[in-house]
């Protein structure tokens, strides 16, 4: 949900500071630029690719199209990890790759030969449920009918088929038995194609837009960690490894949120600790009236001071809010 969020003030950044409006859900999917920038491995703040081994797994992976964001996401997980190098291999190499069931070769074309995802072909939404669940659960008498059913299928009553069955489908029966044997392994943790190509799509319109409007992306981002000084801090590093400089609080430019002015992140007060809503209101509505030759007592006394207090002067004192009318903080 935050990610959400971000990619809502990512945009409404956008327009704020190039009057350009983006439709972040009809970008291009497969943008050289953002597929090439994912595998720099340099993803902070980017949906499910911003840790360490994920960053170096993008960089291994080097993703070249978004499917291959789907399936990484996938694949980087406790489970089908096992697979990464074979992916990998196979993904370099794709007219060299052998396929284990033969019988598999159009569905796992897209996953270079690798078994990914959790999708059981042929049953009802129901029944593919059923399934997941008793392999996860290693249920054995459950799982033994199971295996029945999927290689030799199941009829109804009235003889009407319910699960055709690998072998009415025209796999022979041992490779059935075998590629229900390796679905077995994997089940536990393997997404379901449409959970990870969700979780993609979010992905990528975070790397997206941290290419090509990193600005407007970083203060969004950090406006979404406002209440983390860690989180904040750490992005104000990655601001300066991208070359944006971030500008300091001011109390005569700053708004409520971060935001972005002539290519540089400005902090928004709301980032500062003892600062609430009421209180950056205020202030924003007092600087239109405020004289800019002034000095700090004018900016005060054009404050109502039932909306605002000492404290909050005093952290915003101490964050350099103020430092555009007096330097001197001690003084202030």
């Known amino acids: 949900l935050r990610t959400l969020t971000v990619l809502k003030d990512s945009v409404k950044n956008i327009k704020a500071s190039r009057g350009i409006d983006v439709d972040i859900d009809h970008i291009d999917f497969n943008d050289k630029g953002t597929l090439d920038f994912i595998g720099t491995g340099k993803t902070e703040g980017v949906f499910q690719l911003e840790?360490?081994?994920m960053q170096s797994f993008m960089k291994e992976l080097s993703p070249q199209s978004?499917?291959?964001i789907v399936a990484g996401i996938s694949l980087y997980r406790p489970g089908p990890m096992d697979s990464i190098p074979d992916y990998i291999a196979n993904k370099k190499n794709p007219e060299g790759i052998t396929?284990?069931?033969?019988?598999?070769?159009?569905?796992?074309?897209?996953?270079?030969?690798?078994?990914?995802?959790?999708?059981?072909?042929?049953?009802?939404?129901?029944?593919?449920?059923?399934v997941r669940r008793a392999m996860s659960k290693k249920k054995a008498d459950v799982m033994a009918q199971e295996e029945e059913y999927f290689v030799r299928g199941k009829l109804l009553e009235d003889g009407t088929v319910d699960v055709p069955g690998c072998v009415r489908n025209g796999v022979?029966?041992?490779?059935?038995?075998?590629?229900?044997?390796?679905?077995?392994?994997?089940?536990?943790?393997?997404?379901n194609k449409s959970h990870a190509a969700a979780y993609a799509v979010l992905a990528y319109e975070t790397a997206w837009l941290k290419r090509h409007y990193p600005a407007e992306f970083m203060a969004a981002l950090m406006t979404s960690v406002k209440g983390d000084p860690r989180q904040v801090a750490k992005y104000i590093r990655n601001c300066k490894e991208m070359g944006i400089q971030v500008l300091p609080p001011d109390v005569l430019q700053s708004e409520k949120?971060?935001?972005?002015?002539?290519?540089?992140?400005?902090?928004?007060?709301?980032?500062?600790?003892?600062?609430g809503d009421a209180v950056i209101d205020e202030i924003i509505r007092a600087?239109?009236?405020y004289n800019p030759s002034g000095d700090f007592e004018d900016f005060i006394n054009s404050l109502d001071i039932s909306k605002i207090n000492k404290k909050a002067i005093e952290s915003l004192i101490r964050a350099g809010a103020f430092d555009t009318i007096n330097e001197n903080r001690a003084q202030l």
Not at 105 to 122: F, K, N, R
Not at 267 to 274: C, S, T
Request: net charge negative; glycine share 8%; hydrophobic share 40%.
């Open 51 to 53: 840790s360490a081994g």
């Open 66 to 68: 978004f499917e291959d």
């Open 99 to 130: 396929y284990t069931h033969k019988s598999l070769e159009p569905i796992l074309s897209v996953t270079y030969g690798c078994l990914v995802y959790q999708d059981p072909a042929g049953y009802s939404y129901g029944r593919s449920d059923l």
């Open 172 to 191: 022979p029966e041992a490779e059935a038995k075998a590629i229900f044997q390796d679905m077995v392994k994997f089940a536990s943790y393997a997404f």
């Open 257 to 275: 949120k971060f935001s972005v002015h002539d290519g540089a992140v400005r902090f928004g007060m709301m980032g500062i600790k003892n600062v």
């Open 287 to 289: 600087r239109k009236e």
